[in-house]
Protein backbone atom coordinates (compact mmCIF):
# COMPACT_ATOMS: atom_id res chain seq x y z
CA UNK A 1 0.00 0.00 0.00
CA UNK A 2 0.96 3.68 -0.39
CA UNK A 3 2.65 5.72 2.49
CA UNK A 4 3.60 9.48 2.73
CA UNK A 5 6.14 10.28 5.21
CA UNK A 6 6.77 14.40 5.85
CA UNK A 7 9.29 14.85 8.69
CA UNK A 8 9.49 17.06 10.81
CA UNK A 9 6.31 17.69 12.66
CA UNK A 10 7.48 20.95 14.55
CA UNK A 11 10.14 22.85 13.55
CA UNK A 12 10.99 25.64 15.28
CA UNK A 13 14.10 28.08 13.92
CA UNK A 14 15.19 31.47 13.62
CA UNK A 15 14.85 34.27 11.09
CA UNK A 16 17.36 34.04 7.93
CA UNK A 17 18.39 30.35 9.10
CA UNK A 18 17.97 27.89 6.11
CA UNK A 19 15.22 25.57 6.03
CA UNK A 20 14.74 21.93 5.02
CA UNK A 21 11.46 20.29 5.06
CA UNK A 22 11.41 16.57 3.32
CA UNK A 23 8.65 14.18 1.90
CA UNK A 24 8.95 10.89 0.62
CA UNK A 25 6.31 8.55 -0.39
CA UNK A 26 6.34 4.77 -0.42
CA UNK A 27 4.36 1.89 -2.90
CA UNK A 28 3.91 4.45 -6.14
CA UNK A 29 5.92 5.38 -8.70
CA UNK A 30 6.14 8.63 -10.46
CA UNK A 31 3.45 10.19 -8.46
CA UNK A 32 2.16 13.73 -8.86
CA UNK A 33 3.29 15.88 -5.74
CA UNK A 34 2.53 19.13 -4.15
CA UNK A 35 3.85 21.17 -1.33
CA UNK A 36 1.50 23.39 0.30
CA UNK A 37 1.51 25.99 3.23
CA UNK A 38 -1.74 26.90 5.55
CA UNK A 39 -2.13 29.75 7.51
CA UNK A 40 -3.69 29.43 10.50
CA UNK A 41 -7.45 28.99 10.38
CA UNK A 42 -7.16 28.91 7.01
CA UNK A 43 -7.42 27.11 3.47
CA UNK A 44 -4.47 25.32 1.63
CA UNK A 45 -2.43 27.57 -0.25
CA UNK A 46 -0.04 25.75 -3.54
CA UNK A 47 3.23 26.43 -3.64
CA UNK A 48 4.70 24.09 -5.41
CA UNK A 49 3.99 20.30 -7.88
CA UNK A 50 6.10 18.60 -9.53
CA UNK A 51 4.69 15.83 -12.20
CA UNK A 52 8.60 14.07 -12.42
CA UNK A 53 11.81 13.93 -11.43
CA UNK A 54 13.61 17.69 -11.97
CA UNK A 55 10.12 18.83 -12.81
CA UNK A 56 9.08 21.91 -10.43
CA UNK A 57 6.49 24.27 -10.78
CA UNK A 58 5.70 27.09 -8.66
CA UNK A 59 2.92 28.87 -7.74
CA UNK A 60 3.43 31.88 -5.78
CA UNK A 61 6.42 34.24 -6.01
CA UNK A 62 8.32 33.67 -2.48
CA UNK A 63 11.12 32.78 -0.37
CA UNK A 64 11.07 29.03 -0.73
CA UNK A 65 12.22 26.51 -3.28
CA UNK A 66 11.36 22.82 -3.83
CA UNK A 67 13.49 20.20 -5.63
CA UNK A 68 12.43 16.46 -6.48
CA UNK A 69 15.96 14.81 -6.71
CA UNK A 70 13.90 11.04 -6.74
CA UNK A 71 10.89 9.97 -8.37
CA UNK A 72 9.45 9.70 -4.75
CA UNK A 73 10.81 12.46 -2.75
CA UNK A 74 10.29 16.14 -2.43
CA UNK A 75 12.21 18.89 -0.89
CA UNK A 76 11.15 22.13 0.46
CA UNK A 77 13.97 24.30 0.71
CA UNK A 78 14.96 28.11 2.07
CA UNK A 79 18.20 29.63 2.02
CA UNK A 80 16.88 32.22 4.30
CA UNK A 81 14.31 32.05 6.43
CA UNK A 82 11.55 34.81 7.59
CA UNK A 83 8.61 35.48 9.84
CA UNK A 84 5.94 35.35 7.39
CA UNK A 85 7.22 31.63 6.46
CA UNK A 86 5.45 30.37 9.56
CA UNK A 87 3.16 28.27 8.78
CA UNK A 88 1.63 24.53 8.30
CA UNK A 89 3.28 22.83 5.75
CA UNK A 90 1.31 19.63 4.23
CA UNK A 91 3.26 17.63 1.67
CA UNK A 92 0.76 15.32 -0.55
CA UNK A 93 0.83 12.77 -4.10
CA UNK A 94 -1.67 11.75 -6.04
CA UNK A 95 -1.90 9.93 -8.92
CA UNK A 96 -1.88 12.46 -11.40
CA UNK A 97 -4.17 15.66 -11.24
CA UNK A 98 -7.74 14.99 -11.45
CA UNK A 99 -7.40 12.24 -8.73
CA UNK A 100 -7.07 12.00 -4.95
CA UNK A 101 -4.47 12.83 -3.01
CA UNK A 102 -3.20 11.76 0.06
CA UNK A 103 -1.45 14.17 1.96
CA UNK A 104 1.46 13.81 5.11
CA UNK A 105 0.49 14.79 8.47
CA UNK A 106 2.18 18.35 7.50
CA UNK A 107 5.07 20.22 9.52
CA UNK A 108 4.42 23.30 11.87
CA UNK A 109 7.30 25.48 11.30
CA UNK A 110 7.47 28.92 13.66
CA UNK A 111 10.32 31.37 12.59
CA UNK A 112 11.22 33.48 15.53
CA UNK B 1 -7.67 34.03 -5.65
CA UNK B 2 -8.57 31.10 -4.41
CA UNK B 3 -10.21 28.46 -6.97
CA UNK B 4 -12.80 26.97 -4.56
CA UNK B 5 -14.26 28.99 -2.08
CA UNK B 6 -16.39 27.23 0.69
CA UNK B 7 -19.44 28.89 3.01
CA UNK B 8 -19.91 29.06 5.23
CA UNK B 9 -16.93 30.12 6.74
CA UNK B 10 -17.74 28.28 10.23
CA UNK B 11 -21.14 26.27 11.00
CA UNK B 12 -22.11 25.22 14.38
CA UNK B 13 -24.58 22.40 14.59
CA UNK B 14 -26.33 20.06 17.59
CA UNK B 15 -25.10 16.20 17.28
CA UNK B 16 -28.15 14.72 15.14
CA UNK B 17 -28.59 17.74 13.01
CA UNK B 18 -27.67 17.37 9.16
CA UNK B 19 -24.52 20.09 7.83
CA UNK B 20 -24.60 21.62 4.40
CA UNK B 21 -21.54 23.44 3.18
CA UNK B 22 -21.33 25.13 0.00
CA UNK B 23 -18.45 25.12 -2.45
CA UNK B 24 -18.07 28.11 -5.48
CA UNK B 25 -15.46 27.75 -8.23
CA UNK B 26 -14.79 29.92 -11.10
CA UNK B 27 -13.48 28.00 -14.43
CA UNK B 28 -13.63 24.79 -15.51
CA UNK B 29 -13.40 21.43 -13.72
CA UNK B 30 -13.02 18.07 -14.58
CA UNK B 31 -13.94 16.97 -11.00
CA UNK B 32 -14.17 18.31 -7.42
CA UNK B 33 -13.36 16.99 -4.64
CA UNK B 34 -13.94 17.63 -0.80
CA UNK B 35 -11.31 16.53 1.94
CA UNK B 36 -11.62 16.76 5.67
CA UNK B 37 -8.94 17.65 7.83
CA UNK B 38 -8.64 17.65 11.73
CA UNK B 39 -7.10 20.26 13.67
CA UNK B 40 -3.62 20.64 13.29
CA UNK B 41 -3.27 17.23 10.82
CA UNK B 42 -3.10 16.67 6.84
CA UNK B 43 -6.62 16.25 4.95
CA UNK B 44 -8.43 13.17 4.37
CA UNK B 45 -10.27 12.34 0.79
CA UNK B 46 -13.95 12.10 1.58
CA UNK B 47 -15.53 11.82 -2.09
CA UNK B 48 -14.63 13.03 -5.48
CA UNK B 49 -17.08 13.69 -7.95
CA UNK B 50 -16.78 14.17 -11.72
CA UNK B 51 -18.21 16.71 -13.65
CA UNK B 52 -20.56 14.80 -15.80
CA UNK B 53 -22.51 13.84 -12.31
CA UNK B 54 -24.79 15.24 -10.47
CA UNK B 55 -24.97 13.58 -7.19
CA UNK B 56 -23.09 11.23 -5.08
CA UNK B 57 -23.31 8.89 -2.18
CA UNK B 58 -20.81 7.83 0.66
CA UNK B 59 -22.29 6.60 4.03
CA UNK B 60 -23.30 9.94 5.63
CA UNK B 61 -22.04 11.87 2.64
CA UNK B 62 -23.77 13.23 -0.01
CA UNK B 63 -22.40 15.51 -2.52
CA UNK B 64 -23.98 17.63 -5.64
CA UNK B 65 -22.53 19.33 -8.55
CA UNK B 66 -23.60 22.07 -10.67
CA UNK B 67 -21.48 23.21 -13.09
CA UNK B 68 -23.77 25.57 -14.64
CA UNK B 69 -23.83 27.51 -11.37
CA UNK B 70 -20.11 26.10 -10.58
CA UNK B 71 -21.35 24.95 -7.66
CA UNK B 72 -21.19 21.72 -4.85
CA UNK B 73 -22.48 21.09 -1.98
CA UNK B 74 -21.84 18.54 1.03
CA UNK B 75 -24.15 17.62 3.15
CA UNK B 76 -23.40 15.19 6.23
CA UNK B 77 -26.11 13.88 7.41
CA UNK B 78 -26.98 12.69 11.22
CA UNK B 79 -24.25 14.56 12.26
CA UNK B 80 -22.09 13.02 15.27
CA UNK B 81 -19.47 14.44 17.45
CA UNK B 82 -16.36 13.28 15.71
CA UNK B 83 -17.38 15.12 12.30
CA UNK B 84 -15.99 17.60 13.96
CA UNK B 85 -13.37 19.31 11.37
CA UNK B 86 -12.82 21.59 8.74
CA UNK B 87 -13.95 21.01 5.59
CA UNK B 88 -12.27 21.95 1.94
CA UNK B 89 -13.09 21.54 -1.42
CA UNK B 90 -10.72 21.00 -4.40
CA UNK B 91 -11.33 21.55 -7.86
CA UNK B 92 -8.81 20.64 -10.53
CA UNK B 93 -7.50 23.12 -13.49
CA UNK B 94 -4.90 23.40 -16.24
CA UNK B 95 -1.98 25.26 -15.84
CA UNK B 96 1.08 25.56 -18.34
CA UNK B 97 -0.14 22.36 -19.88
CA UNK B 98 -0.33 20.50 -16.51
CA UNK B 99 -3.43 19.93 -14.14
CA UNK B 100 -3.43 20.65 -10.87
CA UNK B 101 -5.46 20.13 -7.76
CA UNK B 102 -6.40 24.03 -5.38
CA UNK B 103 -8.39 24.04 -2.51
CA UNK B 104 -10.57 26.14 -0.96
CA UNK B 105 -10.65 28.34 2.25
CA UNK B 106 -12.79 25.68 4.17
CA UNK B 107 -15.49 25.72 6.56
CA UNK B 108 -14.90 24.86 9.99
CA UNK B 109 -17.56 22.50 11.46
CA UNK B 110 -18.29 22.40 15.33
CA UNK B 111 -21.04 19.35 15.84
CA UNK B 112 -22.12 20.20 19.99
CA UNK B 113 -22.92 16.60 21.43
Known amino acids: SQTIHQWPATLVQPVGSPLSLECTVEGTSNPNLYWYRQAAGRGLQLLFYSVGIGQISSEVPQNLSASRPQDRQFILSSKKLLLSDSGFYLC???????????FGQGTRLTVV | SQQGEEDPQALSIQEGENATMNCSYKTSINNLQWYRQNSGRGLVHLIL?????REKHSGRLRVTLDTSKKSSSLLITASRAADTASYFCATDSNSGGYQKVTFGTGTKLQVIP
Open chain 2, 49 to 53: IRSNE
Open chain 1, 92 to 102: AWSVSAGFEAF
